[in-house]
């Protein structure tokens, strides 16, 4: 994209294209139970570890609406900027997270690209040594949520840039 200026200097970006589909309007239910559904998978995680899980999916599924959202709650959360900069090379930039953070990471790569129709053991073990196994149902399914998130914005085209910390989804 070319970025323009106008006669004051102020850069004029492409229009803002707007959603495809307003899907929680016409599918309010199963709207409700989504947020529900988020609400179940986020319990017992640390806030910071669910905002870094669901901005990696994000990144891995090209969902702006949800990189939008996720990357200002986990700014809100504490996050740091650099740590949300260094996550879509994560595996070069381990330095910026524990091993905790780093076998979550890994796990929500995995899960969220099936490519090989599976989760290779090798991840899923590293994770299972982080943590316990209610922790660990709670983040597979924090990322499961997420990664349906993502199918509903990605396909409705959802447009980023509106949310504010605080909102849901």
């Known amino acids: 994209m070319t970025n323009t200026t106008d006669t004051t200097g102020t850069a ?3 229009a803002e294209e707007p959603a495809r589909l307003e899907w929680t309007k016409h599918a309010p239910e199963v709207y409700k139970a989504m947020v529900r559904l988020d609400v179940a998978a986020r319990k017992g995680l640390d806030p910071k570890l669910a905002e870094l899980v669901k901005v990696r999916a994000s990144q891995l599924n090209h969902c702006a609406f949800c990189l939008d959202m996720h990357t200002k709650d986990a700014l809100a959360a504490g996050e740091s900027v650099e740590r949300i900069i260094q996550l879509s090379a994560w595996e070069e930039s381990r330095h910026f997270y524990t091993e905790k953070e780093l076998a979550a990471i890994e ?22 040594k982080q943590f316990d196994e209610a922790e660990l149902s709670q983040l597979i399914a924090a990322i499961a949520v997420i990664n349906a998130w993502n199918r509903f914005g990605v396909t409705c085209r ?6 504010q ?3 849901h989804q």
């Open 158 to 163: 959802m447009t980023p840039g509106h949310y």
């Open 12 to 14: 004029t970006y492409a």
């Open 165 to 167: 910390p605080g909102q």
């Open 107 to 128: 796990l929500t790569d995995a899960v969220t690209v099936l490519t090989d129709g599976f989760v290779p053991d090798d991840v899923y073990q590293r994770a299972a």
